[in-house]
């Protein structure tokens, strides 16, 4: 790939938009329609995590239970790095149950798929606190 279209911008920010409400709904439905099938997530926090596959992401997902943060998705900047490679950086914010929120930096690698556009890795990486 050269160049992004400005529907395929619009179509790669829906499709981060969608993370907030997949998986902190545990909505297994939704999740597909974020990352690919063999997709990634790294958490970069304490000694960090890695999930592999969409499954598995959404064992994750659900295994954190009603008192998992609550997910905001801001200020994301899609871009085609130099070796042809869909990436977006994205702001997080994560309140958490007691009210305190914490937050980072999503980077995700992207790539179209017959049903469109979907995470292949994204990696989780915290701000503060530290």
């Given at each position: 790939?050269?160049?992004?279209?400005?529907?395929?911008?619009?179509?790669?920010?829906?499709?981060?938009?969608?993370?907030?409400?997949?998986?902190?709904?545990?909505?297994?439905?939704?999740?597909?329609?974020?990352?690919?099938?063999d997709?990634?997530?790294?958490?970069t926090?304490?000694?960090?995590?890695?999930?592999?596959?969409?499954?598995?992401?959404?064992?994750?997902?659900?295994?954190?239970?009603?008192?998992?943060?609550?997910?905001?998705?801001?200020?994301?900047?899609?871009?085609?790095?130099?070796?042809?490679?869909?990436?977006?950086?994205?702001?997080?914010?994560?309140?958490?149950?007691?009210?305190?929120?914490?937050?980072?930096?999503?980077?995700?690698?992207?790539?179209?798929?017959?049903?469109?556009?979907?995470?292949?890795?994204?990696?989780?990486?915290?701000?503060?606190?530290?």
């Open positions: 790939m050269t160049e992004l279209s400005r529907e395929d911008i619009s179509d790669i920010r829906g499709t981060l938009a969608l993370f907030s409400h997949a998986f902190d709904n545990k909505d297994l439905d939704g999740l597909g329609r974020v990352f690919a099938e997709g990634v997530l790294e958490l926090k304490g000694a960090g995590r890695v999930v592999r596959g969409l499954r598995a992401i959404g064992e994750f997902a659900v295994g954190l239970g009603p008192e998992a943060p609550d997910h905001q998705t801001l200020d994301t900047h899609v871009f085609l790095d130099g070796d042809g490679v869909v990436r977006a950086r994205s702001r997080y914010l994560a309140i958490l149950p007691d009210g305190s929120v914490h937050n980072g930096d999503y980077l995700d690698e992207l790539r179209h798929t017959g049903e469109g556009w979907r995470i292949g890795k994204r990696v989780s990486i915290p701000r503060y606190p530290r």
